[in-house]
T-cell receptor, first 111, second 116 residues
Framework: EDKVVQSPLSLVVHEGDTVTLNCSYE??????LLWYKQEKKAPTFLFML????IEKKSGRLSSILDKKELFSILNITATQTGDSAIYLC???????????FGTGTLLAVQP | NAGVTQTPKFQVLKTGQSMTLQCAQD?????MYWYRQDPGMGLRLIYY???????DKGEVPNGYNVSRLNKREFSLRLESAAPSQTSVYFC???????????????FGPGTRLLVL
């Protein structure tokens, strides 16, 4: 069965801390891995990763994929309260060639 | 350019009532999706439409029907609502059809549905 597992389920940090969010996947016909940030409403796209070892970076956020070990990490440096959100990981692939989502990591950044 | 829009934002139904959730996108995307999001379950795909005129079941289609009215609009219908359908429903769209390389989906703001 195709699945995506995220850890930790939740995380509380202080402003300025660096956090690492994990995503492991077991998905047949894997094509890509995506990260989304969800605040109060809809998920917003962060990164799409297709190749191993190539870091994608956007400001204080960065992500990398390891296709051999079947995982990805999302790093956030110098966290701010505005980073508080649920971070969703999704793998594109599977028997139906769709996005398969993890349950998300709830990040709370305290002032 | 509004992106993906959904109506209504909130809805309360009684068990057995029916309703249609509306979704529209103005990005000329080919593919559209309906998800539900429940605590501890993540986002689960209900139905999707790879292109105008086609629809297919996702992970959790039971109790739902969909219509791809035209390229812009993709509606989700609950014929006889049940408390288990209490959830937040998200519509999403994507430019390319399945099997293409780009898989970025753009999400609507969601519809919160409570079935009593």
């Amino acid at each position: 069965e195709d699945k995506v597992v995220q850890s930790p389920l939740s995380l509380v940090v202080h402003e300025g801390d660096t956090v690492t969010l994990n995503c492991s996947y077991e998905v047949t016909n894997f094509r890509s891995l995506l990260w989304y940030k969800q605040e109060k409403k809809a998920p917003t796209f962060l990164f799409m990763l297709t190749s191993s070892g190539i870091e994608k970076k956007s400001g204080r956020l960065s992500s990398i994929l390891d296709k051999k070990e079947l995982f990805s990490i999302l790093n956030i440096t110098a966290t701010q309260t505005g980073d508080s959100a649920i971070y969703l990981c999704a793998a594109h692939g599977g028997a139906t060639n769709k996005l398969i989502f993890g349950t998300g990591t709830l990040l709370a950044v305290q002032p | 350019n509004a992106g993906v829009t959904q109506t209504p934002k909130f809805q309360v139904l009684k068990t057995g009532q029916s309703m249609t959730l509306q979704c529209a996108q103005d990005m000329n995307h080919n593919s559209m999706y309906w998800y539900r999001q429940d605590p501890g379950m993540g986002l689960r795909l209900i139905y999707y439409s790879a292109s105008e005129g086609t629809t297919d079941k996702g992970e959790v289609p039971n109790g739902y029907n969909v219509s791809r009215l035209n390229k812009r609009e993709f509606s989700l219908r609950l014929e006889s609502a049940a408390p288990s359908q209490t959830s937040v429903y998200f519509c999403a769209s994507r430019e390319a059809p399945p099997l293409a390389g780009e898989e970025t989906q753009y999400f609507g703001p969601g519809t919160r549905l409570l079935v009593l």
